[in-house]
């Protein structure tokens, strides 16, 4: 699938396989901060550039630490005016 047809939550999880380095084909929704390997604060922090770049979004340093799991980042996403369809 080209990446100018992927969907928002395809990228996100695009974003999180490049980022920390976890399998594509892992329930993301079992990745949490601190927990998951590789998703560390040195990645964290370009987890959140990895985002706002993908997005054309600015988080908040809120947002920034309140993202603590994949969940939270589809959450914080959307917040941000994302559609995250599926």
């Known amino acids: 699938m080209p990446a100018n047809t992927m969907s928002n939550l395809d ?3 695009s974003t ?4 920390i380095g976890v399998d594509p084909a892992i329930d993301f929704n079992s990745l949490v901060y ?9 990645a964290h922090m370009a987890l959140v550039a990895a985002i706002e770049g993908s997005f054309d979004i600015m988080l908040p340093t809120d947002d920034v ?6 969940a939270k980042a ?3 996403v959307a ?3 994302v ?3 599926a």
């Open 34 to 42: 601190g927990s998951t390997p590789g998703w560390d604060s040195v």
């Open 79 to 81: 917040k941000h005016g």
């Open 65 to 70: 630490i309140d993202m603590s799991s994949f």
């Open 11 to 13: 990228t996100l999880k």
């Open 74 to 76: 589809k959450e914080i």
């Open 83 to 85: 559609a995250l369809d």
């Open 16 to 19: 999180f396989v490049d980022v």
